[in-house]
């Protein structure tokens, strides 16, 4: 098996600006491009690969065929586990909250989603919303919510490129205007809506009642980077759902992972090799390397790296892990 370049499915919604086709290169007759899914499985949109001998072939469908390279870590997912995407917010995202896995195989026969965020870009001023302020009661939530006093009682937060947030299910949250960003999350497109700035769209009150942690969020500190010769990578998170890396190489090592990787490439141009064949890749592009490849890179770029880890294994499965530094 071979790494394979992907074509992401683009999404237009309202709020959608016009930088993931400007910036990033993606094609879409979409006059907005909201947000682009760079690495899906899931039905409202999914992935396609891009160029050679499966070129055409959705990536679901290509690992029905190839369940191997999704890895071991896989295996106590009914599904494909995660979602990667690009979101340009040209304008404010609707105040929500997703659900975690309980309330959604309940309630929605589904997966909750549980996110991470990664700013690639912001304008001066940005902010994103990030929890209460202070604790509520279920009482105050709604009151506020009727009285459209809601947004006195959220955390608004400035952001910068470069800052990590970890939003678990239950936390309410919204991207703001001038936002360009990066999301890993769970392959689930549930989303209950509290306020969406009189725009007219519908609103989901009581699941968001019965779903939101009523407290401040909490954003884990980041790992220390590792420095070694020809790269950085840094952990953005370790959880049963995901784990990501944030990585800068000039000319990596090889390795090799029990799971499937994921490159969405942020800056900079490079190429992959792999038996004796060369992969270029670039800023937008989207690369899926399949279980068990080894794959060196070798020029100048910035990527998000998503793949599956040991994290919420159970212990009792006994898998042996190969793992050398790798891109």
Known sequence: MEPLKLKAACQDYIWGGTRLREEFGKESDLERLAESWELSCHPDGESVIASGEYEGMTLKAWLEENPDALGVYCEKFDRFPVLVKLIDAKENLSLQVHPDNAYAFRNEHDWGKTELWYIIEAEPGAEIIYGFKDTLTKEQFRFAIEHH??????????????????????TVHAIGK??????????????YRIYDYDRGRELHIEKALEVTRLTPAENPPLE?????????AQYLKRCPFF??????????????????????????????????KELPIKKGDSIFIPAGVFCPVKGKCTALKTFMSYTGVPTDRNIRIKERIIL
Request: glycine fraction near 8%; hydrophobic fraction near 45%.
């Open 149 to 170: 006093t809601i947004l006195d009682w959220v955390n608004h937060v400035p952001v910068k490129a470069g800052d990590v947030f970890y939003i678990p299910a239950g």
């Open 178 to 191: 001038g936002i360009l960003l990066a999301e890993i999350q769970q392959t689930s497109n549930l989303t």
């Open 224 to 232: 220390p980077p590792v420095i070694r010769e020809g790269f950085t």
């Open 243 to 276: 784990t990501v890396q944030k990585i800068t190489a000039l000319e990596s090592s090889v390795g090799y992972y029990d799971s499937f990787r994921h490159l969405l490439i942020l800056d900079g141009e490079a190429f992959l090799e792999i038996d004796g």
